[in-house]
């Protein structure tokens, strides 16, 4: 009986052919994908150092001064040089007569428009008494010296309280009639005053020793 099962199955085989293994199905394998986030970084230039230069010339240049021009400023060239020759008047005591002594003018020549415009006087007391100075001055029309003037009393004289007196004379101290002359001669008279007002006593009059000019001589 086992015989013909045998043969029986021999034949089926035969006859259906070689009966072929099922193949299995093969599972679809899962691709998991990762993200990659790149960075990038630009790259950064960099500047070589500048290269310092080796010859580098060390003579330094010569500046040439520029000339320029002095603007000096114009000058009346008559009052420059008549300046040099101002003499100073040194009065002769005998014309203080006891009263001052040392009298002196600084110049001997005074102009209205021109140099100079004021002269100093100077002088000191001889009478023990005097503690104030009073000056006058008179103006002689000149060369002629026919014409002159009232004695004009121009104030008191500066002092130190030590007996000592002086002060400026201007040309704008004349008599505005009288300084219009082209020329004069300036004369002086000086008066020493005590304490209560009194006159002590009064210089001679001293004259023809200062020259006045309105223009320059």
């Not at 000096?72 to 002769?92: C, E, I, N, R």
């Not at 001052?100 to 100079?116: E, G, V």
């Not at 130190?160 to 004369?187: C, M, S, Y």
Request: proline share 8%.
């Amino acid at each position: 009986m086992k015989k013909i099962l045998i043969i029986t199955m021999s034949i089926l085989l035969a006859a259906c052919g070689v009966v072929q293994p099922v193949q299995q199905e093969q599972p679809t394998p899962v691709i998991e994908v990762q993200t990659v986030v790149v960075t990038v970084i630009a790259p950064t230039e960099i500047v070589p150092p500048t290269a310092v230069p080796t010859d580098v010339p060390t003579e330094v240049p010569t500046v040439v001064p520029i000339d320029t021009p002095t603007l000096v400023p114009t000058a009346d060239t008559s009052a420059s040089s008549s300046g040099s020759d101002l003499t100073p008047v040194l009065v002769d005591n005998v014309l203080g007569k006891g009263v001052f002594a040392d009298i002196k003018f600084s110049s001997d020549r005074i102009t209205l428009n021109c140099y100079p415009r004021e002269f100093e006087i100077t002088m000191r007391a001889v009478h023990p008494d005097i503690t104030r100075a009073e000056i006058f001055y008179r103006v002689v029309e000149a060369p002629g010296l026919f014409r002159y003037s009232d004695w004009y009393l121009l104030g008191n004289m500066n002092t130190d309280g030590k007996g000592n007196f002086f002060i400026t004379f201007k040309a704008t101290d004349i008599n505005p009639d009288w300084r219009a002359l082209n020329q004069a001669v300036i004369e002086f008279q000086f008066a020493g005053v005590n304490k209560g007002g009194g006159v002590v006593d009064r210089t001679q009059k001293i004259e023809k020793l200062v020259t006045y000019y309105k223009n320059c001589p």
